[in-house]
């Protein structure tokens, strides 16, 4: 934190920043006040927590995009009441803008405080907000539509719920910290009221930071480790991949902003367990025990599409998922996937309820997630151990400047 600010009614326990299994910085660096928040409280040592973690609200980009895994997630849609509007959905957003600019700075929000999170740290708190297609006639603003926002298609093999697909308005929160989160998200479901109300919700996680040894990419809950192929911030094109470009007049409100693809993909856990594990590396392309690319070298060695193994074989074999989702398979199609494992429980037939809260970033969904997943249905060894469950687009517009709430350009503009 910066001298001129005030401590947080959230005591801070860490005495540095943390890092995480993702590489995650936690945010703000050198020495953190610590202060007993009752006569009970324990008068020993600060203890080396993840709670300093501050990502700031404010920026040309929403936080929750770039920002590196967190422990915990949460996302919700909202669709207006009848009779909301442009007007109704301003004053929500402006609500929303101040609690989340206020909880992600370790301050309580101004009204409807529960008081979960008196005493956690920060844990790297963020709140990102987005806009469903089907806002824009609600508000009238179809004419403020963008060109990219398009509705996703359907793909061999969903199994889309609608009643848990798309909404008008979106939020994602992530935490390091599960009581955090749900604060976060236990506060801005309540300021819905009475503009909003919540049509879907799902909650995930992912391994804590610095649960291991040294930074290391995620595993997902098939045990595969996943994101190794992910853009990179330093990459050359990684803006043009994640962010849209900047335009003027009515399509302004988009600077600085993305595009979130969202899917809820079950795993088919039992059918998957039971192969032999040599087939499941064949299946996804890499070595299950590091992540390290059936073509060789190590997990950040550059997989090989035209290697073949001494029997003639491809070393990726054709319907490998790294191969059919690889961008020199789709026209250097790329996107930031940055999601969520989740476990729902067990329904009747004993098989775990488990998978991905996939949420996929892209300049454009066309270009990025369609184009791919249009190839992943049609030839992804992997696609037959997963069900595509759940599914909504929303674009979301760029960070606000102090002073502003998110989506003011659209929706007073």
Not at 56 to 83: E, R, W, Y
Not at 137 to 156: C, I, S
Not at 184 to 212: C, E, I, K, S
């Amino acid at each position: 934190m910066n001298g001129n600010q005030h401590i947080s009614r959230r005591t801070l326990l860490s005495t540095a920043a943390a890092t995480g299994a993702g590489g995650l910085a936690a945010g703000a660096a050198g020495t953190a006040l610590t202060r007993p928040t009752s006569a009970t409280a324990s008068t020993g040592p600060a203890l080396a927590c993840l709670g300093t973690g501050v990502i700031p609200f404010h920026g040309t980009h929403q936080a929750g995009i770039t920002t590196a895994l967190q422990a915990c997630g949460h996302l919700a849609a909202f669709d207006l009441v009848a009779g909301a509007g442009r007007q109704q959905a301003a004053a929500l957003l402006r609500r929303w803008s101040a609690s989340a600019e206020a909880m992600t700075a370790g301050h309580p929000p101004a009204t409807d405080d529960d008081q979960v999170a008196l005493d956690s740290g920060l844990c790297s708190l963020t709140v990102t907000f987005g806009f469903g297609l089907s806002l824009f006639p609600k508000t009238g603003l179809t004419h403020r539509v963008p060109a990219a926002m398009v509705p996703v298609p359907p793909f061999p093999g969903d199994a889309l719920d609608p009643e848990r697909s798309d909404g008008d308005l979106w939020i994602q929160i992530g935490a390091n910290d599960p009581l955090v989160a749900f604060h976060a998200l236990n506060v801005l479901q309540r300021q819905a009221a009475p503009t909003a109300t919540l049509r879907w919700q799902m909650n995930g996680f992912n391994r804590t930071p610095g649960a291991t040894d040294q930074p290391r990419t995620m595993r997902n809950l098939m045990g595969q480790i996943d994101g190794t192929d992910n853009p990179k911030p330093d990459d050359k094109n990684f803006n043009a991949t994640v962010f849209t470009p900047n335009a003027s007049g009515a399509k302004a409100w988009m600077n600085g902003g993305s595009y979130a693809v969202v899917r809820r993909i079950r795993m088919l856990l039992p059918a998957w367990n039971a192969l032999p594990l040599a087939e499941q590396e064949r299946v996804i392309g890499r070595r299950k025990r590091d992540g390290a690319p059936l073509s060789g070298g190590t997990e950040t060695t550059p997989v090989d599409l035209e290697k073949f193994n001494p029997d003639g074989s491809l070393a990726i074999p054709p319907d490998a998922h790294v191969r059919v989702a690889a961008p020199a398979s789709n026209a250097d199609a790329a996107m930031l996937r940055r999601g969520f494992s989740y476990h729902d429980g067990y329904p009747a037939d004993g098989s775990p309820d488990a998978g991905l809260l996939f949420v996929a970033w892209q300049a454009d969904p066309t270009l990025g997630f369609v184009q791919v997943q249009r190839k992943l249905a049609g030839g992804d060894h992997l696609s037959r151990f997963i069900r595509h469950e759940a599914g909504a687009l929303f674009a979301v517009p760029g960070g606000p400047r102090p002073g502003e709430y998110v989506g003011q350009q659209l929706l007073e503009g």
